[in-house]
């Protein structure tokens, strides 16, 4: 197998051509597929950022420096398995599944819920367990139509493979309509599983939900409950500062805060204990349910039947 440069003049310019030579057609698909390898391997490690600005779309390879794995991720434990199945059957042997019982091989996803609650742990988990690129796409105020052509321009080459729309709500009216058409496209999406995020899923276009090659399912990722709660401080290993006792006492204090509040409050026990070698178990829950009451501006409807689906 070689690679051979072979310049071919003309009359005021000079075109460079590559050419790879085999001995067979056998022997050349071999290589082709261990350079499509090789390059998949690469992009394990990183991630295709898209972002609008105003001067036009950005894109950028983030280097993958935090791992995220599945066990980080707490999620009533049905939903989880329901989730990552339909992620594990869409990447594993190219879609198999999909060929197997004759299903288009697309598939999209909407993440939803307030923030803090794990949606971004979530994605990076996905990003982090799957043998497939990744590409993270950055909704602003300045996504146009050109945009959407090109992200999904791109993507296409790098199929299968999984695009994240964060912040889809943010989407512009005026856009809407191009980028429903592309999802509609009749090879737009092949090989893409899309994952949607929004933290506010009543600004939702209707039009994008529960519709075959657009968004198949939604998912509401819900405040921990006691039980998820204990486990994700267990697991935080907070139970260096304060006993087993002070631990289900926390928990009870704690109803209705997301992950990122439980990050704050562990935050706030490992300081206390590291200044004064004592907790205020009571104080600082007290404290972060004073701050949690003052954010609480308005109302979150939660009725499945409703939120975000129905104008």
């Keep these: 197998m070689a690679v051979v440069r072979c310049p071919i003049f003309q009359t005021h310019t000079e075109t460079i051509h590559d050419f790879i030579l085999a001995k067979n057609n056998e022997g050349l698909l071999t290589f082709l597929n261990y350079v499509i390898k090789r390059k998949r391997d690469y992009t394990k490690n990183y991630v295709t950022v898209f972002t609008d600005t105003e001067n036009g779309i950005e894109s950028t390879k983030e280097k993958i420096t935090t791992f995220v794995t599945r066990d980080d991720v707490f999620l009533e434990e049905s939903l989880k398995k329901e989730i990552y199945r339909s992620i594990d059957e869409f ?8 060929k197997t019982y004759d299903i288009p091989y697309k598939r999209g996803i909407l993440l939803y819920g307030k923030p803090g609650n794990g949606k971004t742990t979530l994605v990076k988990s996905i990003a982090n367990s799957i043998t497939a690129p990744v590409a993270y796409w950055q909704i602003t105020e300045h996504t146009s139509s050109y945009s959407v052509h090109e992200v999904f321009s791109t993507v296409n080459r790098m199929t299968p493979m999984a695009l994240v729309i964060e912040d889809i709500d943010s989407m512009p009216i005026e856009v809407r309509s191009v980028f429903l058409n592309t999802l509609d496209g009749a090879t737009s999406k092949e090989g893409i599983f899309l994952i949607g995020t929004t933290n506010y899923p009543e600004k939702i276009d209707p039009a994008l939900i529960n519709r075959s090659g657009r968004f198949d399912r939604a998912y509401e990722i819900k405040l921990p409950t006691l039980e998820l709660r204990m486990g994700y401080l267990k697991k935080k290993n907070m139970l260096q500062f304060i006993s087993e006792e002070e631990l289900m006492k926390i928990n009870q204090l704690t109803d209705g805060f ?7 409050l562990y935050t706030s026990v490992a300081l206390q204990w590291h200044y004064e070698k004592a907790v205020d178990v009571e104080k600082i829950c007290a404290d972060l349910q004073a701050d949690n009451k003052k954010k609480k501006n308005f109302k ?12």
């Design 258 to 264: 997301s992950y990122a509040q439980l990050n704050e």
């Design 300 to 311: 979150w409807d939660t009725d499945a039947e409703q939120v975000g689906f129905i104008r």
């Design 91 to 98: 990447f594993t042997d190219s879609g198999y599944f999909f």
